[in-house]
């Protein structure tokens, strides 16, 4: 049964802008946690960006003031606006879901549950 599913990778030059989208089905709906992360080549999975049911939300310092996430709960779907993109951003890029969450505590990384397949995201210089 798929859960995460995400869109809108592809190949875009430094200074560009690209949003990427993850609808979320069966089990991962209603999430009180979704995040964004990525992983480059020969690199570990990295955060990116999280967000809670009420559109609470943090981010790496990597990315703090070039990219937005939101969520539409209504569309089960968030999504994540990456603008002034840099060559190092170039990764897969995932969706993520934590099915519980502790009050304001952020989940860890493991604490993850529902992963999307991942999209790959290019920045040429």
């Known amino acids: 049964q798929v859960q995460l599913v995400e869109s809108g990778g592809g190949l875009v030059q430094a200074g560009g802008s690209l949003r990427l989208s993850c609808a979320a089905s069966g089990r991962a709906v209603g999430s009180p946690a979704m995040g964004w992360f990525r992983q480059a080549p020969g690199k570990e999975r990295e955060f990116v960006a999280v967000i809670s049911w009420s559109s609470k939300t943090s981010y790496a310092d990597s990315v703090k003031g070039r990219f937005t996430i939101s969520r539409d709960n209504v569309k089960n779907t968030v999504y994540l606006q990456r603008n002034v993109l840099k060559p190092e951003d170039t990764a897969d890029y995932y969706c993520?879901?934590?099915?519980?969450?502790?009050?304001?505590?952020?989940?860890?990384?493991?604490?993850?549950?529902?992963w999307g397949q991942g999209t790959q995201v290019t920045v040429s210089s």
């Open positions: 993520a879901a934590a099915s519980v969450m502790f009050g304001t505590t952020w989940p860890r990384l493991e604490e993850y549950n529902y």
